[in-house]
């Protein structure tokens, strides 16, 4: 007959929930700066897509981190245009290449985009009761804004996916609604 001893059996949970609540705390994504909030020159914020642009003295949240990537990951879809003149900005940080509003491309946030390791890769995206797979060809900067380099933009949040019209599209979305939307994405 196998004998436990209260002691051992307590110190083992403690000793599992310690780890589980450390390993539980590293997964969490927490900002990590804050930037100042500068107006752009007169014509050097594209408001496409009703971007935003910064606002000055205004302090932006940034991060260098996103939630962590499951099979249901939560996000939130923003609209962008990959066109040359497009609010998206300069080319794609891919392939230094600009993209048709009708090809279903996404820029992910930083911590997401992980230093391009999802270059050029298919994610499915998932909202409204349909899906669509678009090609990761650029960052959502979460790190950095509202200079030149950024179209004098805030720092986007740590959860966006900022998608092409023809995502949007394809999820079925009404035209009058689009902008933003709680969606879920995987790695397809």
Not at 110 to 124: A, M, V
Request: hydrophobic share 30%; proline share 5%.
């Amino acid at each position: 007959m196998m004998r436990f001893c209260p002691k051992v059996s307590f110190l083992l949970v403690i000793t599992l929930i310690l780890t589980s609540c450390v390993y539980s705390e590293a997964q969490k994504c927490r900002p990590n700066g804050r930037i100042r909030g500068k107006k752009a020159p007169s014509g050097q914020c594209n408001k496409e897509n009703d971007s935003d642009c910064c606002v000055q003295g205004k302090m932006y949240t940034t991060y260098e981190c996103s939630p962590s990537v499951s099979a249901h990951t939560k996000a939130y879809l923003t609209l962008n245009s990959f066109q040359k003149g497009g609010d998206g900005g300069g080319p794609s940080a891919c392939d230094n290449q600009y993209h048709s509003d009708d090809t279903p491309v996404v820029a992910l946030s930083t911590g997401w985009f992980n230093d391009k390791s999802r270059c050029l890769n298919k994610i499915t995206i998932s909202a409204n009761g349909k899906s669509v797979v678009a090609t990761v060809v650029d960052e959502c900067d979460s790190t950095m804004g509202c200079d030149e380099e950024h179209d004098y933009q805030p720092p986007c949040p740590n959860n966006i996916v900022d998608a092409s019209k023809a995502v949007w599209k394809a999820l079925g979305v009404p035209q009058d609604q689009w902008g933003g939307l709680d969606i879920t994405w995987s790695d397809a």
